[in-house]
């Protein structure tokens, strides 16, 4: 069974940034599609970003031009660099496995992202 890690999240002020890290159990990023999600208070679970086996990427309209996804297979890790942060984008990360852009795994604790105006 895939565990998932996420880390980095924290407390910053709009128009700060933040590096998220998402560890896997087992050699598995190299050979699948990962995606980073949040859930914001109310909310339902949204894909932000998502990163082919390939190194294709894509985003969600709401943050493309200020995230960035990213793997480094040789350490089974996925990173999503957030820049120009918004309140709104206020939530808990997480990340998951994606066969068919849709989620396979269980979902990890997430990381908790909090940006104040």
């Known amino acids: 069974q895939v565990q998932l890690v996420e880390s980095g999240g924290g407390l910053v002020q709009a128009g700060g940034s933040l590096r998220l890290s998402c560890a896997a159990s087992g050699s598995i990023l190299s050979i699948n599609a990962m995606g980073w999600y949040r859930q914001a208070p109310g909310k339902q679970r949204e894909l932000v970003a998502a990163i082919r086996r390939g190194g294709s990427t894509l985003y969600a309209d709401s943050v493309k031009g200020r995230f960035t996804i990213s793997r480094d297979n040789a350490v089974d890790t996925v990173s999503l660099q957030m820049n120009s942060l918004k309140p709104e984008d206020t939530a808990v990360y997480y990340c998951?496995?994606?066969?068919?852009?849709?989620?396979?795994?269980?979902w990890g604790q997430g990381t908790q992202v909090t940006v104040s105006s």
């Open positions: 998951n496995v994606l066969v068919g852009m849709e989620p396979i795994a269980h």
